[in-house]
């Protein structure tokens, strides 16, 4: 169990850095940094009740392939502005 834990730890802490971390400190409007970080931090409270809402009621093959979808979406719709 506690193996398990650390790796997903570890996966967690990879993707959430590179899903935002460096768009943010890359902004053009250094201004619009506090309202990206607001809007940032309610998104992952609202996409945290959604996912298991959409788990509870679809499973997790679901969730894990809709949230796959909105996220290349994102990056399709940003794709002239992602710094990578």
């Known amino acids: 169990l506690i193996n398990k834990?650390?790796?997903s730890s570890i996966l967690v802490?990879?993707?959430g850095f590179f899903m935002g971390m460096p768009r943010l400190l890359g902004a053009?409007?250094?201004n619009v940094i506090?309202?990206?970080w607001g809007i940032n931090g309610a998104m992952s409270v609202i996409g945290s009740i959604l996912s298991v809402i959409i788990s509870m009621i679809f499973g997790f093959k679901i969730t894990l392939i809709t949230g796959a979808i909105i996220y290349g979406l994102i990056c399709l719709y940003n794709r002239d502005r992602l710094i990578l």
Do not use: E, G, H, V
């Open 5 to 7: 834990i650390i790796i």
């Open 13 to 15: 802490m990879i993707l």
């Open 34 to 36: 506090p309202i990206a």
């Open 28 to 30: 053009d409007d250094k």
